[in-house]
């Protein structure tokens, strides 16, 4: 079959290798576009969120390349996000884009959904249960190479010479693990790929302000539905980091579950009722930033999502008591860069200001100590 | 000759230019609408900058803020491009250094800058939605006929404010229509215009930041006496108008581009008579890779300058 899946981020790399692996032809989605966002607001509800929007629109335009099967995640509903692929499927339908969509629920919440719809890919592509669980195997350790390169870069950027040097060595250090074959191939490339992105030439003498990004699983990961925003801000010199990751995520809620650990960060402010989505991660993880000695926080969350509007209201608090500017951007429509840049800006020559003060500070009170 | 700084602010709406003193005093100020037409409209300030005072003033440092500036810095040769965020703060606390709450609404953007002991530490601007800013009156102004410079003075009028939904500027106009309607004066539906601009402006931009006096209050809105009066109503302490509240933005940063120019010794600055330069963009889609960037080619007269728009910087001149 022709099978497609959501671009989020670089992990397409690593599913188009699996697709192709199942036995199946891989319909690879094009990063998401204007055309994208056209096709995903014209056939979508309109006070649906973004994510929402931008699936869609891939969705149509792997339909029109020809997909038969989209495979996709559920999740027991951190949001509503967790039922969007149903709706999605309705709205296909009444497109009448004879597509299906597949979407695996975590196998914790429904072990039988689970091995129910592998089981229907591994079928349909022709292969056996072995050779599905290496495909699996390889898949993830893709999964984790792409992620770690990523983060690799976003630490690099703010000390590059040359701008640009940093993402070119990148998309160079993605061919590498692109082109690897198995586990172990998948090791050594990613070796390798550290290297070439470690010789990009640097100018260490830097001292780059550090940043976390929170929010929306989407908006974090795309980097498309973000303005780019790691890269943005690495070209302006800062460091990034960024809460989510789809190998952490995935961990996260499959097979560890570590997100207690957050909940009990997050407590003090969600005494009350719990928040859904990545609400309650967006707080613990300002608490965890800040801990962390980082400068400051981005929070990028889809125009509508009540789970970081929430979070939106209590992080006030949470910046003055751990002493960390919280910076919140909404983002819909608007694919105009300027506005992003502009506020991006402002909030590094906050974030620069206060390392000023807080040096001054700290030299008067050590010579107040001698 | 004296020497002057000149700072340019290219905003959505209206461009505005100033020359200061090296003491920052203002010598010189330009309001003009932007039309869609920045570089034009820069070339047109300019000229009269320099036919009005061009004879008694060398420029000894300049700088650009606003959407337009990175554009504008090119054509001007400016020495320093900085946000309006901090452009504004830097103005705001050159007047009064105590300012604690800035705010500020212009034409398409309306925003917060919460200053503590001369610095920034926390802002806000809208995002998504202009419902809380200029053009939100503008739109209401044209269509009950007011010019919209004598908005401020009927809504001083007004003894009973009518209650108006001002979450969304589409609404207000159907909520303000029907209050019309009902038979409800002028006057009184205006301040009630106000009163719901300033609670969308403190429920959008304005939630969750801790308000402190002095309250700065500038941008082009700040003409309204009715909203000077309504936020003074609404946060129940002195809201200051400086004399300059339209031209904020760029005197922070011809205040800016004096400490620039210093550092580097020079300044960059073109000269008042750019208006014989001919300033043109071209652009072109990168058949490079699949992201098909859009990329802008920008030259003077028939010298390529810069050319942005592409993500992997290829094209970089």
Redesign the interface.
């Known amino acids: 079959m022709k099978v497609s899946f959501p671009h989020m981020g670089y992990s397409y790399l690593a599913f188009k290798w699996m697709v192709e692996h199942t036995g199946h032809e891989c319909i690879v989605p094009p990063e998401p576009s204007k055309r994208t966002l056209d096709l995903g607001v014209r056939h979508s509800p309109e006070f649906a969120c973004i994510p929402f929007k931008m699936l869609m629109g891939t969705y149509l335009e792997v339909a029109e390349m020809g997909a038969e099967m989209i495979i996709t995640s559920g999740s027991n509903g951190p949001c509503r996000a967790g039922l969007y692929w149903v709706m999605h499927q309705y709205l296909l339908e009444e497109l009448g884009q004879p597509v299906k969509i597949v979407a695996l629920e975590p196998p914790l919440c429904d072990m039988r959904d689970f091995i129910g719809k592998l089981r229907l890919i591994r079928k349909t592509g022709g292969i056996s249960t072995k050779q599905l669980i290496w495909v699996l195997q390889v898949t993830w350790e893709k999964v984790k190479a792409i992620d770690e390169i990523e983060r690799h870069s976003h630490e690099i950027r703010p000390y590059e010479i040359g701008k640009g040097d940093t993402t070119r060595a990148f998309w160079q250090a993605l061919e590498m693990i692109d082109a690897a074959n198995s586990i172990n191939e998948v090791r050594l490339a990613y070796r390798e790929a550290l290297k070439v992105l470690d010789a990009v030439p640097q100018d260490n003498s830097r001292n780059p302000l550090k940043v976390g990004i929170i929010g929306e699983i989407y908006v974090v990961l795309e980097p498309s539905a973000n303005h780019y925003m790691q890269i943005m801000l690495g070209e302006m010199g800062v460091q990034t980091d960024r809460s989510i990751y789809l190998s952490g995520y995935t961990k996260k809620t499959t097979i560890y579950d570590l997100e207690g650990d957050l909940y009990t960060v997050a407590q003090p402010y969600l005494n009350e009722a719990p928040i859904g989505g990545h609400g309650a991660n967006s707080i613990a993880e300002t608490v965890l930033y800040s801990r962390h000695g980082y400068d400051g926080v981005v929070q990028l969350a889809p125009f509508s999502c009540i789970p970081e509007i929430v979070a939106k209201s209590i992080l006030p608090t949470v910046s003055r008591d751990h002493d960390i500017p919280v910076l919140t951007l909404f983002i819909d429509e608007q694919t105009g860069k300027a506005g992003v840049q502009t506020r991006l800006e402002a909030f590094v020559d906050l974030m620069e200001r206060r390392r000023e003060v807080k040096q001054k500070q700290s030299t008067i009170a050590r010579r107040l100590v001698i | 000759m004296k020497k002057g700084y000149l700072g340019v602010d290219v905003g959505s709406v209206s461009t505005n230019l100033v020359v200061l003193d090296p003491d920052g005093k203002l010598l010189i100020k330009k309001y003009l609408r932007t039309n869609g037409k920045p570089i034009q409209t820069v070339q047109e300030g300019l000229y009269q900058i320099g036919q009005e005072i061009g004879e008694e003033i060398e420029i000894a440092g300049a700088g650009t803020t606003g959407?337009a500036r990175y554009l504008i810095s090119l054509i001007i040769g400016a020495d320093i491009v900085?946000?309006?965020?901090?452009a504004h703060a830097i103005a705001a606390s050159s007047i009064d250094n105590e300012v604690r709450t800035i705010v500020e609404i212009g034409g398409q953007d309306s925003k917060i800058i919460i200053m503590r002991?001369g610095?920034?530490?926390?802002?806000?601007?809208n995002?998504?939605c202009a419902a809380g800013t200029g053009s939100f009156l503008d739109q209401q102004a044209s269509r009950l006929l007011i010019p919209i410079e004598d908005f401020g003075s009927y809504a001083l009028k007004a003894k009973n404010p009518v209650r108006i939904a001002g979450r969304c500027a589409v609404f207000a106009e159907s909520d303000m229509i029907h209050k019309q309607q009902l038979g409800y004066n002028t006057e009184d539906i205006i301040a009630g215009l106000c009163e719901a601009l300033v609670r969308n402006y403190m429920n959008n931009v304005g939630?969750?930041?801790e308000i402190l006096p002095p309250v700065m209050f500038q941008g082009g809105v700040a003409a309204n006496q009715g909203l000077v009066e309504a936020f003074r109503r609404y946060l129940d302490m002195p809201v200051e108008v400086p004399e300059h509240y339209g031209v904020m933005g760029a005197i922070g940063v011809a205040l800016m581009s004096r400490d620039a120019s210093r550092r580097k010794g020079a300044t960059g600055f073109k000269g008042f008579n750019i208006q014989e330069i001919s300033f043109k963009t071209t652009s072109f889609e990168c058949k490079g890779c699949?992201?098909?960037c859009e990329v802008v080619q920008f030259y003077e007269n028939s010298e390529l300058l810069a050319r942005w728009g592409d993500?992997?910087?290829?094209w970089?001149v």
């Open positions: 959407s900085k946000n309006e965020i901090t002991d610095v920034v530490t926390d802002f806000a601007m995002t998504v939630k969750g930041k699949s992201n098909a993500r992997c910087g290829k970089e």
